[in-house]
């Protein structure tokens, strides 16, 4: 085990590639944009900024620990150590070639941060931590090229828009139109936070991805670019894996070699 | 195939002025919920009400952060027909024939008359012949819509309520069966294919069953465990009338031992504890019983697709819409993504696909031995037909705008193409799976947590034997472990038992004595056709059994 390499993903096609640089933790994600700490605070919506952080229990230090090995293995993180309450930043991601899919995001985030509670859902993907964790991954997810301000959405509740088309300005639609495309500064304004609570000024996300840069760091495949159907490696490990999982809940004796 | 012989796409170029190819459109600008016809009727009428009663109900204008209709609040049109309606149509309370189409289901007993007319020749020395038959047929049509035929002095039921309730018989027994009053009798001759007919009959043999249909009131006051009490009660009591017995000897309690115990089959068993309902409850309906349940095999035997389809509407109604979407949760959000199976001609489209696929490459359906190299390439291929669909028609994507819907119709025409071509639903339903994975590995996403938690360890139980997983595919459903709480699978589940027997030229799925049942024109939901059934349920044209006008007042 000590010379194991983790593989995170097969493939050999552009998406497959990113899936794999994104997962890999050892991959610096590279920063595109830059939203202030209290701009991000505003548009999560769960604390004022400046305000501290509330807490559903003492710090760890003065409560102390009862014994257990686990704890004694787990470093808590600075949230966990604070007693910070939980907090949520959801995101979702069009099916135009966001720069990550839902999984691809799980995957991620497992791979790279600790305390996260991730769930998938098709159109969204809620990340909860430790707030002052969770503000810190939140400012990764959203500086870095994981992020489109057009075709990335920060949304709470009335998620629904990745698999709707794209609007006139090439955006991913929202109900409750929490960004608008700022036709002079060509830039995306959060107006609204994630819930939808209208922000005191528009907080500018920065400039679109353009396409064909949209297109080299997308972990999406879509037929108009790069389909699926072309990463024969990648099909062929999904059906081994098929067939591995049915031989094994029929007859576990029958897999041989592997 | 051309785009234009696309199934799909009349309905797509029905629902957004864009051309289903384009990738871009505009938002914003369609009136919110006013757009809708339905939800404009929906919220004049509650003004009046909110006057009425006191009380403001339905508003539109209350959903969170901004009303509906920020896009196009599109219509549907029910596959297969040339109906298009409203998505509020197609809720379970505001379609009449979805609610008959479960009635109908539910009030459905099928009990054996073969043991009860042993204990009335050998134990109680009675002759049984076709005449004493008709007799006891004619009461019990008088006795089981609620009519006395012992006591002397009872309140009866208004026959004008319950005129949806009677008693027909069946046998494999031509000889039989042409000496039973035909007014009282499910010809199978008549009512199916003749090659249809010939198997249905040689399972039956010459035995004898009575198929009891209890009043729709009965089904809409009471549930599901009260249908097999209720004919067993009429029947004791009728055989009491008809053969002249003493009320309250031991034997006569042998009707009802037979009627509810014995000889009686229920449309669906008990569910469990934690899920508690009683016998003929969506919850305990077997896949193979919702496909024996559905007529559409004996009306177009030679389109196993079409076949299937109807099935799979009828499916979706039954699990995703009543049980999961209202037993087991409540409120509006099922119907939305349930409808996905049955609307638009897209699930037809992909399995017609899957269908020709086989035809041509493997030659012939229900023939194909199941094997891995089969599995892998009809699935594969199928499965990549129609998520590229999505991809090449953003309009179909943003018809399917949920991962869930997506996920139920790639892998149902998946899972029908390789149980057309091995006759195997198991292997079927472990095409289903293979899909699954696929999907989730091509969109990086698939449904939400609680549609896809399943097939993501369905592979494993697909061809399992441990004792609370391995069941043959055309006896799970939603009582089946694994599936409760398997929102959006079963119906397209359905359709893949259905497939792998239709591809065979089978008469039933599962038990010829549901299959049977259910070929009956009197009932009010038409079998035949389900999805024209919804349709008409839609657009207001249904009319169901179980009203009430004889005993309200008039408007």
Request: hydrophobic share 35%; aromatic share 10%.
């Amino acid at each position: 085990m000590t010379n194991y390499k983790p593989q995170f993903y097969p493939g050999t096609t552009t998406p497959s590639k990113n899936r794999r640089k994104y997962m890999d933790p050892s991959y610096k994600l590279q920063k595109l944009r830059t939203i202030s700490d209290d701009d991000l605070v505003r548009i999560m919506g769960h604390r004022v900024p400046g305000e501290a952080y509330k807490s559903t229990h003492p710090p760890l230090e003065e409560t102390g620990e009862p014994a257990c090995p686990i704890r004694e293995m787990v470093t808590p993180t600075p949230g966990a150590k604070a007693g910070d309450r939980i907090r949520y930043i959801q995101l979702t991601d069009s099916v135009y070639i966001a720069p990550v899919a839902p999984y691809v995001r799980a995957w991620m985030y497992h791979n790279r941060w600790r305390g996260t509670d991730v769930g998938v859902l098709s159109g969204r993907v809620p990340l909860e931590m430790r707030e002052r964790d969770l503000e810190k991954v939140a400012k990764e997810l959203v500086e870095t090229e994981i992020f489109d301000p057009a075709r990335t959405g920060i949304r709470g509740a009335t998620v629904h828009g990745h698999a709707l088309r794209l609007d006139e300005n090439g955006m991913m639609f929202d109900a409750q139109r929490r960004y608008i495309f700022n036709k002079k500064t060509k830039e995306v304004d959060y107006v609204k936070d994630q819930v939808g609570v209208p922000l005191d000024k528009p907080i500018p996300l920065g400039k679109p991805i353009a396409e064909d840069e949209l297109r080299k760091r997308t972990s999406e495949f879509h037929a108009s670019f790069e389909p699926f159907r072309k990463d024969q490696e990648l099909i062929e490990w999904v059906q081994r894996i098929h067939m591995l999982r049915t031989m094994a809940g029929n007859d576990p004796e029958s897999i041989k070699g592997v | 195939m051309s785009q234009d012989k696309k199934m799909f796409i009349k309905a797509l170029r029905k629902k957004f002025k864009e051309t289903p190819e384009d990738m871009y459109t505009k938002y914003y600008i369609y009136n919110a919920w006013k757009q809708s016809a339905r939800k404009r009727e929906f919220f004049e009428l509650s003004k009046k009400l909110a006057k009425q009663r006191g009380i403001p109900g339905y508003n539109p204008e209350v959903h969170l952060g901004s009303p509906m209709g920020q896009r196009v609040l599109m219509p549907y049109q029910l596959s297969g027909t040339d109906i298009y309606c409203e998505a509020d149509d197609l809720h379970i309370i505001n379609n009449a024939a979805m609610q008959q189409m479960w009635h109908d289901i539910r009030r459905t007993v099928i009990s054996g008359l073969d043991a009860a007319h042993m204990v009335l020749q050998k134990r109680l020395g009675k002759e049984v012949t076709p005449e004493t038959v008709n007799n006891y047929l004619e009461i019990l049509n008088h006795a089981l819509p609620g009519g006395a035929v012992v006591q002397e002095h009872m309140a009866e039921i208004n026959p004008g309520l319950v005129s949806d309730c009677y008693v027909k018989v069946f046998t494999g027994d031509d000889e039989l069966a042409s000496e039973i009053d035909k007014r009282y009798v499910i010809d199978i001759n008549k009512q199916f294919p003749a090659e249809q007919a010939k198997q249905l009959k040689a399972a039956v043999g010459k035995k004898l069953y009575q198929v009891c249909r209890m009043p729709t009131a009965v089904s809409m006051c009471c549930d599901g465990g009260t249908m097999a009490r209720w004919a067993a009660m009429q029947i004791s009591m009728s055989m009491i009338d008809a053969y002249k017995l003493m009320a309250g000897e031991a034997a006569v309690g042998e009707f009802a031992f037979a009627a509810k115990h014995a000889e009686v089959i229920e449309m669906g068993t008990l569910t469990p504890w934690r899920r508690a309902r009683g016998p003929n409850e969506p919850g305990g309906v077997p896949l193979g019983y919702i496909a024996d349940i559905c007529q559409a095999s004996r009306v177009k035997p030679d389109d196993p697709c079409w076949v299937s389809l109807e099935v799979i509407s009828m499916g979706a109604v039954l699990y995703d819409q009543f049980w999961f979407g209202s037993y087991m949760s409540g409120g509006v959000g099922f119907t939305q993504y349930a409808t996905c199976t049955y609307t638009d001609n897209v699930l037809d489209d992909y399995t017609y696909f899957a269908a020709d696929y086989v035809k041509k490459k493997y030659g012939a359906y229900g023939k194909i031995k199941p094997s891995w190299d089969l599995i892998k390439d009809v699935s594969t291929e199928v499965s990549l037909y129609g998520l590229e669909q999505y991809e090449k028609f953003p309009a179909l994507m943003e018809t399917h705008f949920g991962g869930s819907q997506r996920a139920a119709v790639v892998a149902a025409a998946a899972g029908i193409g390789i149980s057309l071509a091995t006759g195997n639903s198991t292997a079927g339903i472990n095409s289903w799976y293979l899909s699954q994975l696929l999907h989730k590995e091509d969109l990086g996403r698939l449904g939400f947590y609680g549609y896809d938690q399943q097939d993501q360890c369905g592979s494993s139980n697909s061809f399992s034997w441990r004792s609370d997983e391995g069941l043959p595919f055309n006896l799970r459903g939603v009582n089946y472990p694994n599936y409760a709480l398997n929102v959006g699978h079963q119906s397209a589940h359905s359709g893949i038992v259905q497939a792998a027997h239709a591809g065979k030229g089978d008469a039933w799925t599962t038990n010829p004595l549901v299959k049977i049942a259910f070929a009956d024109k009197s009932l009010v939901f038409d079998f035949t056709h389900p999805r024209l059934c919804f349709g008409k349920g839609a657009l207001r044209e249904f009319m169901p059994a179980g009203e009430r006008t004889l005993i309200v007042p008039s408007k």
